[in-house]
């Protein structure tokens, strides 16, 4: 039954993308090795495209695009972009022609990097790609972006641009509203109630609609933003932002303290899209006692997150925890060498115990 929440995201406009709502999975031997009951939101099963949070936060934009005649979609992210990859299999899906522009974050890459993984798809997919030599300066990759859309307009196109940078309104997000309202209901089905969700934060997209929406609905469950790209300082003013803008959009201000965000960015070093042995053994962990895939950039390092909270006391053992499977799969095959070489030093003991 449509909720008065679900009645107010309706008035947006979507294109219905990807298989919802996704599974809710308990992970025992992962949760009993940390001392907690953990489940997973398997977004990475959202269908399109190898899935992933990509493919709910693109409906609205594609919606939009779609009810102002857009015949060509735009889109700027990194190289190996999650993101990138999921708007260029939905533009074609909707016959729109795509140009992605891949942003220079991540320093000293190979060759593997930028040929494999998303990019491979990118172009499996038909996308006109572009590059930006910058990886930090949202507002110029985008205003890059407007001047190539504006070049495809004067030649007859109808250009429809998804932004980068917090200035523009974040319509993707309200997929995540919806993701809040999904577990809701199946955790109502389980007769469960979580301590605690844990999720990435980058774009924000994720974070500010998983925490928005879980508020609008009434639930005060802790959201845990493990921080992918910036400081976690930075990170909470950006979900502040993105979190106050869709609570208005949604007509539910009310919804949102700005106090309400937690960004942590012990794993974030030495920086976006970049390992380090926490993520590694995380990643690992994840594989061998759940034969779970998590990705190098986002999930492994939420992961590696997760096992710090509760490692640190900020999740309490014994806490029944969610955990955001944000897919991101593709990329993991980018990071072949850095990833297979570690592996081939590591006793196939390891990951069984904390």
């Given at each position: 039954m449509p909720?008065p929440?679900s009645?107010t995201?309706e008035?947006?406009?979507?294109?219905?993308?990807?298989h919802s709502?996704?599974p809710?999975d308990?992970?025992p031997?992962?949760?009993?090795s940390l001392?907690?009951?953990?489940?997973?939101k398997?977004?990475?099963c959202?269908g399109?495209a190898m899935?992933?949070?990509?493919?709910?936060q693109i409906?609205?934009p594609?919606?939009e695009a779609r009810?102002?005649?857009?015949?060509?979609?735009?889109?700027?992210s990194a190289?190996?972009?999650n993101y990138?990859?999921?708007?260029?299999?939905?533009?074609?899906?909707?016959g729109?022609?795509v140009?992605?522009q891949?942003?220079?974050?991540?320093?000293?890459?190979?060759?593997?990097?930028r040929?494999?993984?998303?990019?491979?798809?990118d172009?499996?997919?038909?996308?006109?790609?572009?590059?930006?030599?910058?990886?930090e300066?949202?507002?110029?990759?985008?205003?890059?972006l407007?001047?190539?859309?504006q070049?495809?307009?004067d030649?007859?196109?109808?250009?429809y641009v998804i932004?980068?940078?917090p200035?523009?309104?974040?319509?993707g997000a309200l997929g995540?509203?919806?993701a809040a309202e999904?577990?809701?209901?199946?955790?109502?089905d389980?007769d469960?109630?979580?301590?605690a969700?844990?999720?990435p934060?980058?774009?924000?997209l994720?974070h500010a609609g998983?925490?928005v929406g879980l508020?609008?609905?009434g639930?005060?469950?802790?959201v845990?933003g493990v921080?992918?790209?910036?400081?976690a300082?930075?990170?909470?003013?950006?979900?502040?932002?993105v979190?106050?803008?869709?609570?208005?959009?949604i007509e539910?201000?009310e919804a949102?303290?700005g106090?309400d965000?937690q960004?942590f960015d012990?794993?974030?070093?030495?920086g976006?899209?970049?390992l380090?042995d926490?993520?590694?053994?995380a990643i690992?962990?994840a594989?061998r006692q759940e034969g779970l895939?998590?990705?190098?950039?986002?999930t492994?390092?939420t992961?590696?997150?997760?096992?710090?909270?509760v490692?640190s006391?900020v999740?309490a053992?014994?806490?029944?925890v969610?955990?955001?499977h944000t897919?991101?799969l593709?990329a993991l095959?980018?990071y072949?060498?850095r990833?297979?070489?570690?592996l081939s030093?590591?006793?196939w003991?390891?990951g069984?115990?904390r």
């Open positions: 909720t929440l009645k995201i008035k947006f406009p979507r294109v219905r993308l990807g709502p996704t809710l308990a992970a031997r992962l949760g009993a001392g907690i009951e953990l489940w997973i398997r977004d990475d959202t399109l899935g992933g949070n990509k493919v709910r409906e609205f594609l919606g009810s102002q005649g857009a015949d060509t979609l735009l889109i700027t190289v190996q972009s990138v990859r999921v708007a260029a299999a939905a533009g074609r899906k909707l729109m022609e140009h992605v891949l942003e220079e974050r991540v320093p000293g890459v190979d060759a593997l990097y040929a494999s993984g998303n990019v491979l798809l172009r499996l997919f038909g996308a006109k790609l572009h590059t930006f030599p910058v990886g300066d949202e507002p110029a990759a985008d205003a890059s407007d001047l190539l859309a070049s495809l307009a030649e007859g196109r109808r250009p932004h980068l940078a200035a523009h309104p974040p319509l995540y509203v919806i999904d577990v809701l209901t199946q955790a109502r389980l469960l109630e979580f301590d969700v844990v999720c934060t980058g774009s924000a994720t998983l925490l508020r609008a609905l639930k005060e469950v802790p845990y921080c992918v790209r910036r400081d300082g930075s990170q909470v003013e950006r979900v502040r932002k979190a106050a803008e869709l609570a208005a959009m539910r201000p949102f303290n106090d965000i960004a012990g794993v974030l070093a030495p976006y899209g970049r380090n926490a993520v590694r053994e690992a962990m594989a895939i998590l990705d190098p950039v986002y492994g390092k992961m590696a997150g997760l096992i710090d909270h490692c006391g999740i053992e014994g806490s029944r969610l955990f955001i897919g991101g593709p095959f980018a072949g060498d990833i297979g070489n570690w030093e590591v006793p003991g390891q069984e115990d």
